[in-house]
């Protein structure tokens, strides 16, 4: 299972997570986040570092991979198929889709993105007004809706409670998890405790 933290900035903060092993660490680079990293951390980690994005100009993307070495792009916001294919042609860098969920309707927009080569996987995440990071979930039982060919993780309010309903959750594309605002202890600190016992316990299970 992809194990994915989102939402950090902090050196320090980074360097604690990264030793937890996690996939990959997301920065948000969204002006309105409280989250969003507006200059390069004194620290960056060696895993997976995907920039998270919403709406933003093709220029707005390769000064952040630039200036983070991004490795990956998340687009939260409303971006069409063609703007996936130039982020992907202008950075070289592969592109998660992501969804946000309230009901039925909102999985089946995938169909639209199923046949964009640029985008290899799929994020589901609550729908709120502060696109991504409100800490709410949304009804799980909606992703059987979901019969693509790509994988997805599951974001939306993930939290230190959940991990026998994370471990419990089937579905055959199902890759992973996105960690962020219920780990916290302010925006873009995380917990490195309940992370190392979330983490742990999710590895533990799943190498049973």
């Excluded at 952040?64 to 063609?82: A, D, F, T, Y």
């Excluded at 969920?101 to 290899?120: R, S």
């Excluded at 709410?136 to 039982?141: A, G, H, K, S, T």
Aim: hydrophobic content about 35%; overall charge neutral; aromatic content about 8%.
């Amino acid at each position: 299972m992809i194990i994915k933290v989102c939402g950090m900035r902090d050196g320090q903060n980074i360097r604690e997570v990264e030793s937890l092993h996690p996939d990959m660490i997301g920065f948000i680079c969204w002006e309105k986040s409280k989250r969003n990293v507006s200059s390069k951390p004194d620290y960056l980690p060696a895993v997976c570092r995907v920039g998270v994005f919403v709406d933003p100009t093709v220029d707005e993307v390769l000064s952040k991979v630039r200036m983070l070495g991004l490795n990956r792009i998340q687009l939260h916001g409303s971006e069409s198929p063609k703007m996936c294919e130039a982020v992907h042609k202008a950075t070289g860098l592969p592109i998660t889709k992501v969804f946000s969920v309230n009901d039925k309707m909102d999985i089946l927009k995938y169909h639209d993105y199923e046949g964009t080569a640029a985008v290899d996987m799929f994020l589901f995440d609550t729908k709120c007004k502060t696109v991504g990071g409100s800490g709410e979930q949304f009804d799980w039982d909606v992703l059987h809706y979901y019969d693509g060919k790509k994988p997805f993780l599951l974001a939306g309010g993930i939290g230190p409670d959940d991990e026998q309903r994370v471990l419990n959750f089937r579905h055959p594309q199902f890759a992973g998890i996105d960690l962020n605002s219920r780990f916290e202890i302010a925006p873009g600190i995380k917990d490195s405790k309940k992370l190392d016992k979330f983490i742990n316990t999710i590895r533990h299970e799943q190498n049973k």
